[in-house]
C-alpha cells in the first residue's frame, strides 16, 4: 500500500495566538483502519477502538528513532499529528509517519495483529482533573462538554490553557 495523503491544516493546539504548540490534520486517500490491529500489536501503549475505528499512538519518527515524542491519533481517512513548534517539523514528521504506516502495510505479514480495545476514561473520570470554571477558552461551554472530547480522542489536554501541573500529567497518563 502507497499511502496517499494530503496536510489539510496545520493549527494551532492552543487556542491563544502564538501559543507554539501546533498539530498537522493529514488527509488519508485510502482507507487506513485495516492497519490498526497491525499498530495495535506492534506499538506500546497504542489505545485502539475498533468500533470507530480509531487508533492513537506515541510515535517517535521513522525510520531513524528521535528523541521526541509525537502523537498520532487515526481514524479511516484521517490522521492528526503532534505537537510540533514550527510547519516545518510538522511537514516532516507528517512525511515520517506516512512511512511508518506504509511499513506497517509492508510487513503485514510479520506483526502479531492484536484486536485489544483500549477502555477510554469516562467523561466524568477526566472531568475530576479538569479546572470545572466552564471558562470556555478551550472551544467549549463547559468542562464537561471538553471531558466528553477529551474521551472520545477529539481533543487534547493541552485546548484548556489552564490545566498544568500534576492534574495535566495525570490526565495525560490515563488518556
Ligand atoms: S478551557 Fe479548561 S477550564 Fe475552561 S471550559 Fe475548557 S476545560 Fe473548562
Redesign the pocket.
Known sequence: MIIRYEIKSIDSIVCLPGAGILRAVVEIEDDISQLFPYINGYVKKARYLPKIPWIRFPFYGFPERLNIKYDIACKSNQIIIGKFTSNEEAKEIVSQAIKFLNFISDNRDNIEISNKEWAPPSAITILKY??????????????L???VKLSQGDAEPE?????SGKNLALLKEIL
Request: charged share 25%; glycine share 10%; net charge negative.
Open positions: 479538569l479546572p470545572q470554571t466552564n471558562c470556555g477558552r478551550c472551544g467549549e461551554r463547559t468542562c462538554s471538553f471531558s485546548e484548556c490553557e489552564d490545566l
